[in-house]
């Protein structure tokens, strides 16, 4: 356990369907990442967010909506997803300065059908 | 733009040592380094600031090059456990929010 849990660990979607993945931390971090992992492909950054507010949406396609109600949760919404999206989804989190790292969760496995 | 990770895979015996590099093209700010292990989580080893720092973590230590945009990760006497995939993450331009991760670089260490 890392101190930055995620739920579900693993996720069977359809197209049509709508979910939601789930971040929490208890570390006293202040910002918020959610990252996309494909095979064969580097980290990518999705969305982050600072104090509640999101200050970075790496150009992530509208169908992933994210949503951070307070410090210590983040989720991403999905709906009308495609098989392309199936990936690992991390989260992570940090201070704002950041120079204690980042500290990731085990991920939500995410498959498209 | 994502930094350039070398070697892309390294098979070590275990008590061999191995360094792992890191270069981008533009100016780095900070370099840090993950080590994920199969179906894990990926786990924080060390940030380097702009300033040329080298830092140490046990056996793994890291050099940062501000001049030439690059960070090396040293494993020396590998240990079993060091097995996993490295990632370094750059961060340009003072801000945290946007880190950039490398493709990663595959460690094994055999006994």
């Known amino acids: 356990e890392t101190g930055v849990t995620q739920t579900p660990r693993h996720l069977v979607m359809g197209m049509t369907n709508k979910k939601s993945l789930k971040c929490e931390q208890h570390l006293g971090h202040n910002a918020m990442y959610w990252y996309k992992q494909s095979a064969k492909k580097p980290l990518e950054l999705m969305f982050v967010y600072s104090l509640e507010e999101r200050v970075e949406n790496n150009s992530v396609p509208s169908r992933f909506s994210p949503e951070c109600p307070n410090s210590s949760h983040l989720f991403l919404h999905l709906h009308t997803l495609q098989p392309e999206d199936s990936a690992l989804y991390l989260c992570?989190?940090?201070?704002?300065?950041?120079?204690?790292?980042?500290?990731f969760g085990s991920g939500t496995r995410l498959t498209v059908v | 733009q994502q930094p350039v990770q070398s070697p892309q895979a390294v098979i070590l015996r275990e008590g061999e040592d191995a360094v792992i590099n890191c270069s981008s093209s533009k100016a780095l700010y900070s370099v840090h380094w993950y080590r994920q292990k199969h179906g894990e989580a990926p786990v924080f080893l060390m940030i380097l600031l702009k300033g040329g720092e080298q830092k140490g973590h046990e056996k793994i230590s890291a050099s940062f090059n501000e001049k030439k945009q690059q960070s090396s990760l040293y494993l020396t006497a590998s240990q079993l456990s060091y097995s996993g995939t490295y990632f370094c993450g750059t961060e340009t331009g003072g801000s945290n929010y946007k880190l950039t991760f490398g493709k990663g670089t595959l460690l094994t260490v055999n006994p």
């Open positions: 992570a989190s940090s201070t704002r300065a950041g120079r204690d790292g980042y500290t």
